[in-house]
């Protein structure tokens, strides 16, 4: 039993750092094109739904989903759909340095949100890295935050707070459906992004990159929401702000959006936490596996 649990602490263990390195590019496909928000939000959620349902189909796993589709699924495409309402804006009105270093508040979010609903505490060594990466935060901050970009970092924390209550959704119910609500989350914003923008005015030649993007993000969402079922909220949460040192490194490389050397250390600092984090204890001499 011991070696199943551990071989599917491993398994989550991947899937999120891969969520986290796929979703690190979010600021960098929002960036490079010309679109508004809303135009961005519906062609990439036009075709993450079509690439998730597709990959269902592939599967023959769609009516599988629609079945096992409950109310906690009903919370997680809800809050899905608010955080990415948030996401994608959050990058257009502040630096994609900011965003992801507001998103390394999620271990914290999602710690509380896991004590208080499901009475799960973290371990102590979550916690030291939580604190550790909440330093990193801290001097990333020093450097950052006061630019006048304040609408865009509150989006990117609501966005944070949603995409907690989601890692907590799956660790409270572990059978919830993964593909199925990261898909319904992008089709039920279609038409908020038509009342409330103008999609079709979205130039062809940047109609690749964000077909591109809804990929990307189908890939991150499936494996984020597989990786959560399999780990503690809290050290989904903490994994996933490898995303946070991550991103600002894109958007130099791509867009040259220099980091300041706040952003950096604070970035490392973090990085450290979430390895340091993921060591175990040597088993004891004599110990049963």
Request: contains cysteine; aromatic residues 8%; hydrophobic residues 60%.
């Amino acid at each position: 039993m011991r070696a199943f649990d551990q071989a599917s602490r491993t398994s989550g263990i991947i899937l999120v750092v891969v969520s986290a390195i796929v979703f690190s590019t979010a600021g960098v496909f929002t960036k490079s094109v010309t679109t508004a928000a809303w135009g961005v939000i519906f062609w990439r959620g036009l075709a993450a739904a079509g690439f998730t349902i597709g990959y269902l189909l592939l599967r023959r796993q769609l009516h599988v989903e629609i079945r096992a589709f409950g109310k906690p699924a009903l919370f997680v495409t809800v809050m899905m759909a608010a955080g990415t309402s948030a996401f994608i804006p959050a990058f257009k009105l502040s630096s994609v340095a900011n965003v992801a270093l507001i998103y390394a508040a999620a271990p914290f979010i999602a710690a509380g949100l896991s004590w208080l609903c499901i009475k799960e505490a973290p371990g102590g060594r979550v916690m030291m890295a939580s604190c550790a990466a909440f330093c990193g935060v801290l001097v990333i901050l020093s450097g950052s935050v006061g630019g006048g970009a304040l609408t865009g970092d509150l989006l990117a924390l609501f966005m944070t707070l949603m995409m907690a209550g989601v890692m907590v959704v799956y660790r409270m119910y572990p059978a919830t459906t993964a593909a199925l609500p990261a898909a319904l989350s992008s089709l039920i914003l279609l038409p908020v992004a038509v009342i409330f923008g103008d999609p079709f005015a979205a130039p062809v030649g940047e109609l690749p990159v964000l077909i591109a993007f809804g990929l990307v993000f189908a890939v991150a969402s499936v494996t984020l929401s597989e990786g959560a079922r399999r780990l503690p909220s809290a050290e989904t949460a903490l994994l996933s702000t490898l995303e946070m040192p991550l991103a600002p490194i894109l958007a130099f490389a791509v867009l040259a959006e220099m980091p300041k050397p706040q952003v950096l250390a604070g970035g490392a600092v973090i990085f450290v936490a979430v390895v340091w984090s993921q060591r175990r204890k040597p088993a004891a001499k004599g110990a049963k596996a």
